[in-house]
């Protein structure tokens, strides 16, 4: 028992001494070769992961690095000094920075490009206000690149967007023959609170959350709500609530991407802010089809589908039929 307590004073002193002398630290290495000490792994991953989340500069989204450091930990003589930003820094430097704009897209063709989503819908709000002959034609995209593209200032890009309104009398007149042609798209209508008879029986065309009710009124609205938002996560597929014949796939001003399908006897649905569509005009669709993906294209501040029914022309409460 005396050997066995002499051991571990012994072994404790040893201990100490030791302790005197040097430190524990971590050696850190990338690719296979060593870059220098850090005092804390956890801190300094800590950081590492936060550029990447954040980065550094005008626009940046996130940073993408591919490498990343390895840490063992060490005994370092005490004097000695550790390099914490020295190694952050070389870590960082071989990151790929990803920059986030906003485009301004009209009939489908990136015309410019914004700091902010706020300078963008500012941008919208000017033109609408100042009638701007092409305001139903121009939307919102949200863009992620590895280069940030020319920004133009809100003044600049209502200067460059705004097109004055031209009337023309033989437009009017076509535009009133053409209320009888049942494949027509508008993107104005009067809101219904009674239920037409549809003849079909519609389906959920995506499963998610309402954020948006029929007739609602909001401050980012020029008129009361004439369908129903249902938010979902990005890229979730939509399906035709019936069968029928699409008659719009496109972009459709504040309604971003957009299909719109007729189900026979006046009866069409809407689906809008879509981030990519699947069909085409013309095409026949069968209920339960994948017909779009969710997203937020047009006037959305987040991922969801715009979903309408119209009759005639006449929109109705989609709640009355599903959800």
Partial sequence: MKLLAILAIGGLIIFAAIMLIYKPIYSVTLNGEFIGYCTDKTEMQNRINAYMDEGSGENVAF?????????????LKKGLTTDDNGIFNKVISGGKNYYTY????????????????EEAEKTLEELKDKKSANIDDITIEEKYDTELAKLSSKEDAVSKLYKEEKKDYNRVMLASTNRSISTRVSTSTKISSGKANLGIKLIEPVKGVITGRYADISSVRSSAHTGLDI???????ISAAASGTVVFAGTKGS??????????NGVQTYYAHCSSLLVSKGDT???????????????ATGNHLHFEVRVNGQSYNPQKYIY
Avoid: W
Wanted: aromatic share 6%.
């Fill in 102 to 117: 906003y485009a301004l897209v009209e009939d489908d063709k990136e015309k410019l490009y914004v700091k902010t989503l």
């Fill in 285 to 299: 669709v069968k209920q339960g089809q994948a017909i779009a993906k969710v997203g937020k294209t047009g006037n």
């Fill in 63 to 75: 940073v993408e690095i591919s490498d990343l450091p390895e840490y063992n930990m060490c005994l």
């Fill in 255 to 264: 309604f971003g991407k957009m299909v719109v399908i007729s189900h026979g």
């Fill in 231 to 237: 938010a979902a996560p990005r890229g979730t597929k």
